[in-house]
């Protein structure tokens, strides 16, 4: 059974800095896309990072240059870090998992952690 378990967030003033992790058990995670997304109240969840299936890795638009994805596949545990945090960063961010079909397509089901809060203030 997949699991994934965010921590890290909390509360930061603008400018500031936090570091997310996400610790996933249950399954083998080398043929998984795996990463981070982020949802506001009445949206929908927004992609922030990810690791494709032919292992580049994605960041949205919003968060370029300010933050970083990296993987500890040994201890099966990513970890989203987070600079030059804005007010519009304000967001429960959670991680994500997706089985790979191939190098360009995923197959089944999304799995997703319990979210983490990230509240930014000016």
């Known amino acids: 059974q997949v699991q994934l378990v965010e921590s890290g967030g909390g509360s930061v003033q603008t400018g500031g800095s936090l570091q997310l992790s996400c610790a996933a058990s249950?399954?083998?995670?080398?043929?998984?896309?795996m990463g981070w997304y982020a949802q506001v109240p009445g949206k929908g969840r927004e992609m922030i990072s990810r690791?494709?299936?032919?292992?580049?890795?994605q960041y949205g638009d919003s968060v370029k240059g300010r933050f970083t994805f990296s993987q500890d596949t040994a201890k099966n545990t990513l970890y989203l870090h987070m600079n030059s945090l804005k007010t519009e960063d304000t967001a429960v961010y959670y991680c994500?998992?997706?089985?790979?079909?191939?190098?360009?397509?995923?197959?089944?089901?999304?799995?997703w952690g319990q979210g983490t809060q990230v509240t930014v203030s000016s």
């Open positions: 994500w998992a997706r089985k790979c079909r191939d190098l360009y397509a995923m197959s089944g089901p999304d799995y």
């Open positions: 249950g399954t083998d995670f080398s043929s998984f896309g």
């Open positions: 690791i494709a299936c032919d292992g580049s890795t």
